[in-house]
């Protein structure tokens, strides 16, 4: 179970590899980070709720980079 500051602190790392690492797919962020999918899934909604992050379609995906 993730509760609200576990949520909030792998937010804090999606954006900090984000803004040393630029845009990046799901994927990349799970494996850079060593993180689940739903820590991924999670945190992305965190930032983007915030306005932090913008979103490229790309085929049947999405990259995302810091606003």
């Known amino acids: 179970?993730?509760?609200?500051?576990?949520?909030?602190?792998?937010?804090?790392?999606?954006?900090?590899?984000?803004?040393?690492?630029?845009?990046?797919?799901?994927a990349e962020l799970k494996r850079g980070l060593n993180f689940s999918d739903l820590q991924v899934g999670t945190a992305l909604g965190w930032l983007a709720r915030e306005e932090k992050l913008d979103f490229v379609a790309v085929k049947n995906t999405f990259r995302v980079s810091l606003v």
């Open 1 to 26: 179970m993730l509760d609200v500051d576990i949520i909030g602190e792998t937010a804090g790392k999606v954006w900090e590899y984000l803004n040393k690492h630029g845009e990046s797919s799901r």
